[in-house]
């Protein structure tokens, strides 16, 4: 039988993944099959336990799962440690590894596929949840000038604040205080795109030359991209390089191949048209 795995989340229905992980075993020469699983917001480690009854030998997770599959792993990788926040699952005999791809991923589209640079950059990051969590560590090691994160919670900012200011320059705060603020690189990492919302993000926002980066993805632009066009943004990425580098990188700590990425991206954005 072919080696089982998924991705779980809630929603679910708009994800990508099972069509990036089948590129990925066609192209390799894999033997696995890979579907889409609806978790109840209330049961995530009992769908997790059947998936892994059933024979599953690893998931991966998204919003708004992450923090919960950290607290379910038995084992954390170093990156996930530092996150606090799992979006990759590997089941091995009784043991539960959690890892997180995500900013590895994030970092990938950014400084490869896009060619942008975060070095001596001020950064914002918007959320403060798993996907925020997953990306602070490895865009601090990509060294810019300032790293802000924006929450409507600030405390929970302020916790990623003092969580990571050992890393570099790191400040927090809610969408209030950006006002009169400037910003070469803004990433949301909201999930306010699934629900077609927009950060109460100020006019004025975005420096010359800035790159704007919503980790959503959908078969239109998303209300953040949409705000940064109309405040004259030219650089506009949505989250799909993420979603298939961050994807490679499970791929690799499942199954010891790393996947060619540059084809799957182009075959996303044209079948989605995104």
């Not at 650089?235 to 199954?255: C, H, K, P, S, Y």
Request: glycine share 8%; charged share 20%.
């Amino acid at each position: 039988m072919s080696d089982f795995y998924a991705v779980i989340g809630n929603p679910i229905a708009h994800s990508r993944s099972p069509l990036i992980h089948a590129a990925f075993s066609r192209q390799t020469g894999q033997d696995m099959r890979y579907e889409a699983i609806l978790a109840p917001l209330d049961a995530f480690a009992a769908t997790v336990s059947i998936f892994r009854q059933r024979g599953g030998k690893g998931m991966n997770v998204t919003v708004p799962f992450k923090l919960e599959a950290c607290r379910i792993s038995n084992r954390l990788t170093e990156r996930a440690g530092a996150a606090q926040a799992v979006n990759t699952l590997v089941f091995d005999a009784g043991e539960i590894l959690g890892d997180n791809t995500d900013g590895a991923g994030l970092m990938r589209d950014i400084t490869v596929n896009r060619k942008f640079s975060l070095t001596a950059k001020r950064v914002l990051l918007m959320g403060a949840g798993g996907a925020a969590r997953g990306a602070m560590l490895p865009l601090l090691e990509h060294e810019p000038s300032m790293l802000t994160i924006a929450n409507r919670t600030k405390q929970k900012a302020y916790e990623l604040q003092q969580q990571f200011s050992y890393y570099g320059n790191v400040v927090s705060g809610d969408y209030s205080d950006l006002r009169g603020e400037r910003f070469d690189l803004i990433i949301n990492a909201t999930s306010a795109s699934l629900h077609g919302k927009l950060p109460l993000l100020p006019a004025g926002i975005f420096a010359m030359e800035s790159l704007a980066y919503d980790m959503m993805y959908g078969d239109e632009r998303t209300p953040f991209l949409q705000f940064a066009k109309q405040q004259g943004v030219a650089r506009l990425a949505d989250g799909i390089g993420m979603l298939v580098e961050q994807a490679a990188e499970a791929f690799f700590l499942w199954r010891g191949i790393r996947p060619e990425t540059a084809s799957v991206i182009d075959a996303m954005r044209e079948k989605f048209k995104v």
